[in-house]
């Protein structure tokens, strides 16, 4: 049974909306169906954010550099999906970020996580080296045509770039039009990320994760 959230449009300037002390598939589904994401402030309980200004990724927009397309054909680079969820999850919890302490991926969120995963809405896209080495990647939620990227990692040089930009493929493909990212950073920014209002979004979301 999906939980009620408080109306998004009743989040602080912020973003906060509520908190939590439990997170679980229920959670996961009443909040992102409502254009509403988790973020751990600490083990014993969990903020729920709608941000003013949420950052999406419209797949007609994506473009990496001609220099970086080169790179992936001359790579050795492999694409596949949800081979290797847990480890996906895992590797974005442990690589190390510059600037960031710690991680926001703690066992109950990656729990919460893989359950969903198990139950057919959530999805991993990742890149593998020579010999079946996971190398890079990106998970999040899938719904409809509704996709949330929650992390990436890379442990070589343009893996990660290489997951997104494979999943991008992949999204098109199946009638999927712009991906959730959440909150703006300088590298999606570069992908062509942009901002689009709360209200915006909520109407854009209604439309991807009602659809089959």
Same mark, same amino acid.
């Given at each position: 049974? #999906? ?7 009743? *989040? ?5 909306? &509520? ?10 589904? @009443? *909040?992102?169906?409502? @254009? ?8 014993? $309980? /969990? ?13 007609? =927009? +994506?473009?990496?550099? =001609?220099?970086?397309?080169? $790179?992936? %054909? ?11 969820? *847990?480890? /996906?999850?895992?590797? &974005?919890?442990?690589?190390? %970020? ?22 057919? +809405? ?9 010999? !079946?080495?996971?190398? !890079? ?6 719904? @409809? #045509? ?22 991008? =493929? ?6 999927? #039009?712009?991906?959730? /990212? ?9 992908? @062509? &990320? %942009? =901002?689009?209002? %709360? ?12 659809? #089959?």
């Amino acid at each position: 049974m #999906k939980i009620q959230f408080p109306d998004p449009e009743s *989040a602080d300037e912020n973003g906060i909306l &509520c908190w939590s002390r439990d997170i679980n598939v229920d959670y996961l589904l @009443g *909040a992102y169906g409502s @254009g509403i994401f988790p973020w751990p402030s600490e083990e014993d $309980y /969990v903020v729920w954010f709608a941000p003013p200004q949420r950052a999406v990724l419209f797949l007609d =927009e +994506f473009h990496i550099s =001609e220099r970086t397309r080169r $790179y992936f %054909r001359k790579s050795a680079f492999c694409f596949d999906m949800n081979r290797n969820f *847990a480890g /996906v999850m895992k590797s &974005c919890a442990s690589v190390s %970020r510059k600037g960031e302490n710690g991680t926001w991926i703690t066992r109950k969120i990656m729990d919460s996580y893989t359950e969903l995963y198990e139950r057919g +809405f959530a999805a991993s896209f990742e890149a593998y080296s020579p010999g !079946g080495i996971l190398a !890079g990647g990106t998970y999040g939620v899938l719904h @409809g #045509k509704y996709f949330s990227a929650e992390s990436m990692f890379h442990t070589e040089d343009n893996a990660s770039k290489f997951a997104l930009s494979s999943a991008v =493929e992949y999204l098109l493909a199946k009638g999927v #039009k712009w991906i959730d /990212v959440q909150v703006m950073n300088p590298f999606i920014e570069s992908l @062509g &990320c %942009r =901002e689009v209002s %709360r209200a915006e979004f909520t109407e854009m979301l209604k439309a991807s994760w009602a659809a #089959k």
